[in-house]
């Protein structure tokens, strides 16, 4: 593009700097728009609103795919295995933890989609398993994912 002032050069430059800052902080803080104006040097008072309105411009999704590309593929990141780790999730059996004497289980013993759901253990002094927390079941109004967020795809629903 040919400017007919040099000063706009600058301007569009900045513009231009400033918004792919703003995606790139959008990827970095785990996809909050508010925290991600704030880095990328907008007005802390009106960032939420300010992240609202470039989350609409198809160049910042662009750029917000662009950068989050490299970490779903990293991550392995997919939709299917999205929906896969909810279903074990919702459809967690607890009865799969403990033997028919209602002891609990070794955690080498457990089935694969029971430890996938896991989120923390206690232990004695001895390193014995005495606990083990399940991670939280999600309910009708969780199960109801919007995917498209993550993945710039269609909308999926699931209801448990």
């Known amino acids: 593009m040919v400017y007919s002032k040099p000063w ?36 802390p008072k009106s960032a939420k609103v300010t992240a609202s309105r470039l989350l609409t411009k198809a160049n910042v999704k662009a750029l917000i795919a662009r950068f989050a590309a490299p970490t779903i593929k990293k991550e392995q990141v997919t939709v299917e295995r999205t929906l896969v780790e909810l279903a074990r999730l919702a459809y967690l059996d607890p009865g799969q933890i403990v033997d028919e004497n209602n002891k609990l289980l070794p955690i080498h013993a457990m089935p694969a989609d029971v430890r996938a759901c896991i989120a923390g253990m206690d232990t004695s002094a001895k390193g014995k398993v005495t606990h083990v927390k399940i991670a939280a079941r999600p309910g009708r109004s969780t199960c109801s994912v919007n995917v498209s967020r993550c993945f710039q795809r269609s909308v999926f629903r699931i209801w448990a």
Not at 14 to 42: D, T
């Open 8 to 43: 706009r050069r600058a301007i569009v430059t900045s513009i231009k700097a400033k918004l792919e800052s703003f995606a790139r902080q959008y990827v970095i803080n785990h996809f909050n728009g508010q925290q991600a104006a704030i880095a990328a040097g907008f007005a």
